[in-house]
């Protein structure tokens, strides 16, 4: 079963720096993408960054780019986000997902693979003005 485990949430002042971990388990894939979104209260989920681990490619939303650094960790079943600088607008909760091209999924086989995603629990970065 795949699971995402986020950490490093918590309080912090506009201005301020917070750096997020997601723990991926129970795949061994060696091409896949996971990132981040996040919601905001009253507000719909939003793409925040994601990185690619078979080319290394990395994206971020415009409002955070020059902020926010997204890296892989070694063990290929981590990635983490530096988030500096935060703004009001950063606050919200970070969710952490991960896209697997499965051949198998609920039974079915799919001979060109199929893009399943997985989402953790979340974790909550809060402005502590």
């Known amino acids: 079963e795949v699971q995402l485990v986020e950490s490093g949430g918590g309080l912090v002042q506009a201005g301020g720096s917070l750096r997020l971990s997601c723990s991926a388990s129970?795949?061994?894939?060696?091409?896949?993408?996971i990132g981040w979104f996040r919601q905001a209260p009253g507000k719909e989920r939003e793409g925040v960054s994601l990185i690619n681990y078979s080319d290394g490619t990395t994206n971020y939303t415009d409002s955070v780019k020059g902020r926010f650094t997204i890296s892989g960790g070694n063990d290929k079943k981590t990635v983490h986000l530096q988030m500096n600088s935060l703004k009001p607008e950063d606050m919200g909760v970070y969710y952490c997902?991960?896209?697997?091209?499965?051949?198998?999924?609920?039974?079915?086989?799919?001979?060109?693979?199929?893009?399943?995603?997985?989402w953790g629990q979340g974790t909550q970065v809060t402005d502590s003005s």
């Open positions: 997902y991960i896209v697997l091209l499965l051949t198998y999924y609920r039974g079915t086989y799919y001979p060109q693979g199929k893009d399943v995603t997985y």
């Open positions: 129970g795949f061994s894939f060696d091409d896949w993408t």
